[in-house]
């Protein structure tokens, strides 16, 4: 079918006209004339996401700014290299795009280096590993039923199949990172790379713990912040940048941007990783994503961004507490960051039936591995329902709702419903 042939079906054909810049944008009337099956999931997911509670950890509500960027025609544009060195003609304005992106993430985050190329959190990591490792190496990382991510040596992802992972964990009592056995690991392994970031640990990490004990066995230091790195642009969370070899995140977690991945180095890595990524573990840049990006490291900058950091945090705080005061129980006793690990068995419930209670009571979130446990856990984030302007007040009640639903109480749907009317995401 021709794009001519879609473009027109259920309107009367017109000469074909230049259209003006901001008609390339967000043009919801005509996908719904064009694909009005397409468009209903598109306004459905709208409506699905503001009328639950949204709890998963990894996610957010980005800006119209953003989404703007990532609906615009940058879209088409190929883009292999990077600015000033492209493999494709006509890329002087994308290329001030980049540029914009990797100053601004070097000022957020104060490193030398930025690379804001990589699609994923995932191929984030992949690049740091690429850049720094060969096949075959060991690499101390958090082991996965402690919190590690799929990339920190799952045998079901390149990690673990490429690379000869060894596993440190949080302390059983305690449930904090037991740097006295990652320094003991690192001693009888000697990785050639300590990775540290979770995508559970509530906590902050000691990046200068992690720095003494891989300089101390001569290995390089990967930190995988795609979890924390918004709050780390907005001061609400130490940074690992002065510490790590590598930084790799994610832009969509509380960082509210895009989907998508970003890496930091010093100056002295910036080649490797920057070949690492292109043209090793990738080809054309996503223009569009780059751009929405550049427009989250713009938002992040802002005084607004650091307020939000921390409220995300003071509302983790409040959801911890006031669930510990429901009865569940609380992994490591509490949080420091935007994310709150629970066991709901203490009340008769396992994860997985409370996930499904939850989910019918319009309150979503994931569950996922309870260190030492044996079990899964509840793993809830405050990050959207603090974009959505939800404070101290709304996350008591949330913890309350939370409770309910566990129980079985039949009316937590409605006052969910009550609750996000109140705080939409997208008003208007
Ligand atoms: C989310 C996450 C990733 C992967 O990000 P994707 O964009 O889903 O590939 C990697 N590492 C950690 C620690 C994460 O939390």
Redesign the pocket.
């Known amino acids: 079918m021709s794009l001519s042939t879609v473009s027109t079906v259920g309107t009367a054909p017109t000469a074909p006209t230049t259209p003006t810049a901001s008609a390339a944008y967000t043009d919801l009337d005509g996908l719904r004339r064009q694909d009005p099956e397409l468009a209903d999931v598109l306004m459905g997911e709208v409506a699905r996401q503001s009328d639950a509670l949204q709890l998963i950890a ?1 996610e957010n509500f980005t800006s119209p700014a953003v989404l703007t960027a990532l609906g615009s025609p940058l879209a088409n544009k190929y883009a292999e290299g990077y600015p000033g060195a492209r493999h494709h003609g006509g890329c002087e304005l994308v290329d001030i795009a980049e540029r914009i992106a990797v100053d601004r993430a070097k000022a957020l985050f104060g490193a030398e280096h930025a690379n804001v190329q990589a699609h ?4 984030a ?1 992949l690049a740091a590993y690429a850049a720094l490792l060969r096949p075959g190496d060991t690499v101390l990382a958090m082991g996965l039923p402690d919190g590690g ?1 799929l ?1 920190h040596g799952s045998p079901a992802n390149f990690s673990g199949r490429w690379f000869d992972f060894v596993g440190y964990g949080v302390d059983p009592e305690s449930g904090l990172i037991d740097y006295d056995q990652v320094h003991a690991l690192a001693r009888a392994h000697h990785p050639k790379a300590i990775v540290c ?3 559970s640990y509530p906590r902050h990490i000691d990046y200068a713990a992690f720095r003494e004990i891989a300089d101390d066995v001569g290995a390089y230091l990967i930190a ?1 912040a ?2 924390p790195m918004g709050l780390i642009a907005g001061g609400a969370a130490p940074s690992p940048v002065p510490y790590a070899d590598v930084v ?1 995140a ?1 832009t ?2 509380v960082l509210r941007g895009p ?1 998508g ?1 970003l890496l930091l180095c010093g100056a002295d890595l910036a080649e490797r990783i920057d070949r690492a990524v292109f043209p090793f573990t990738q080809g054309g840049a996503q223009m569009h994503t780059i751009a929405a990006k550049a427009v989250a490291f713009g938002e992040a900058a802002t005084p607004a961004f650091t307020a939000y950091a921390h409220q995300v945090v003071a509302n983790a705080r409040v959801l911890a507490e006031e669930l510990a005061t429901e009865g569940f129980a609380i992994a490591t006793g509490g949080t420091d960051t935007h994310l709150v690990l629970v066991d709901p068995t203490p009340l008769g419930v396992d994860a997985q039936t409370a996930r499904g209670r939850l989910a019918a009571a319009g309150i979503i979130l994931d569950t996922c591995a309870l260190p030492h446990a044996g079990t899964r856990g509840l793993r809830l984030g405050t990050a959207a329902v603090t974009t959505q302007g939800m404070a101290g007040v709304e996350l008591a009640r949330v913890a309350a709702l939370l409770s309910g639903a566990v129980r079985g109480d039949a009316n937590v749907r409605e006052e969910v419903r009550e609750l996000v009317g109140r705080f939409p995401p997208y008003p208007g």
């Open positions: 990894a994923s959190g995932s191929s990591v991510h990339t970031g979770s995508i995988d795609a979890h790799c994610t969509h977690k989907r991945g």
